[in-house]
């Protein structure tokens, strides 16, 4: 089992900055990939961007591209997205997932998930 935490969601003005952490523990050299999927106010879950825990290949969203960027920390079993230019748009809960899965933007892919981080962006 793998436990995913969270933090560093909030409120922020558009043009902003702010960034996440996903802190791993429990048996997390069982992972292949770890990746940010977030769902905004009556939409369904998506993909953000995701990184291979080995090789520390990314991947990204068209929509973030170029303003997110995600990373990790293997001695901390840690990854973190730092968002920057935030829009409006990006409000929503943004969730940790992690997984042995190949293809990175399909939820069933990732076997956890972590309790999901707020972060609003104020026009």
């Known amino acids: 089992q793998v436990q995913l935490v969270e933090s560093g969601g909030g409120l922020v003005q558009a043009g902003g900055a702010l960034r996440l952490s996903c802190a791993a523990s429990?048996?997390?050299?069982?992972?292949?990939?770890m990746g940010w999927f977030r769902q905004g106010p009556g939409k369904e879950r998506e993909f953000v961007a995701a990184?291979?825990?080995?090789?520390?290949?990314?991947y990204y969203a068209d929509s973030v591209k170029g303003r997110f960027t995600i990373s990790r920390d293997n001695a901390k079993n840690t990854m973190y997205l730092q968002m920057s230019s935030l829009k409006p748009e990006d409000t929503a809960v943004y969730y940790c997932?992690?997984?042995?899965?190949?293809?990175?933007?399909?939820?069933?892919?990732?076997?956890?998930w972590g309790q999901g981080t707020q972060v609003t962006v104020s026009s």
């Open positions: 997932a992690a997984g042995r899965g190949v293809v990175v933007t399909t939820l069933g892919e990732y076997n956890y």
């Open positions: 429990g048996r997390p050299f069982s992972i292949y990939t």
């Open positions: 990184i291979r825990w080995s090789g520390g290949r990314t």
